[in-house]
């Protein structure tokens, strides 16, 4: 059994910063890509951001330069700092793992239950 298990959502005012976290835990033997997704009411889940296990990030355009994806993989944990946030950030954030769990490195892909981030004043 993995899970993951995002937290640091919140309200922010516009302008404000939160970092999430999403910690993988369970019978884990390896964890490849990670991705950041968020899903706002009435909206498809939105993909914000990937990174290998090696470190190596990609970011959708909508938060290029403002959000920041990075890991530890000694920690098992994936990392979203969101800066310059504005309303329409408002959401709920998912994190996504691709996990094997034994040698056999079959990765398959395990979602957290997502946390509400809000932005208003």
């Known amino acids: 059994q993995v899970q993951l298990v995002e937290s640091g959502g919140g309200l922010v005012q516009p302008g404000g910063s939160l970092r999430l976290s999403c910690a993988a835990s369970g019978s884990l033997f390896s964890i490849n890509d990670m991705w950041w997704y968020r899903q706002a009411p009435g909206k498809q889940r939105e993909l914000l951001a990937?990174?290998?296990?090696?470190?190596?990030?990609n970011y959708a355009d909508s938060v290029k330069g403002r959000f920041a994806i990075s890991r530890d993989n000694a920690k098992n944990t994936v990392y979203l700092q969101m800066n310059s946030l504005k309303p329409e950030d408002t959401a709920v954030y998912y994190c996504?793992?691709?996990?094997?769990?034994?040698?056999?490195?079959?990765?398959?892909?395990?979602w957290g239950q997502g946390t509400q981030v809000t932005v208003s004043s």
């Open positions: 990937a990174i290998t296990r090696g470190g190596s990030p």
């Open positions: 996504k793992a691709a996990v094997a769990i034994s040698k056999l490195l079959f990765f398959r892909d395990y």
